[in-house]
Nanobody, 120 residues
């Protein structure tokens, strides 16, 4: 499974960004697709996940109501729409494919990170 993340950038607090993660490989559709983030000086943490097959979604409490994860099966792409961004959302965001939606250790495949910077 190969994953290519994109869409990061600089945005003002209250603004929006959409991250994309393009997946390839023979079996990526068997996995949950997740977004994780790592802020400076902090451990990487779960943000959101979605099931390729059923489309079930999972969110960290810190982003519920602000972020939306979705998938486009035809494009083999997962999106993370981030609205009402806060300074504390500043981090490198990673997409990943794994066997359990919210457990970081269950994710076997990782894309390169994309930096999101939220300014005040």
């Amino acid at each position: 499974v190969q994953l290519q993340a994109s869409g990061g950038g600089l945005v003002q607090a209250g603004g929006s960004l959409r991250l994309s993660c393009a997946a390839s490989g023979r079996t990526f559709w068997r996995y949950y697709m997740g977004w994780f983030r790592q802020a400076p000086g902090k451990e990487r943490e779960f943000v959101a996940a979605i099931s390729w097959s059923g489309g079930g979604t999972y969110y960290a409490d810190s982003v519920k109501g602000r972020f939306t994860i979705s998938r486009d099966v035809a494009k083999n792409t997962v999106y993370l729409q981030m609205n009402s961004l806060k300074r504390e959302d500043t981090a490198v965001y990673y997409c990943a494919a794994g066997n359990s939606p919210t457990t970081q250790a269950a994710y076997d495949y990782w894309g390169q990170g994309t930096l999101v910077t939220v300014s005040s």
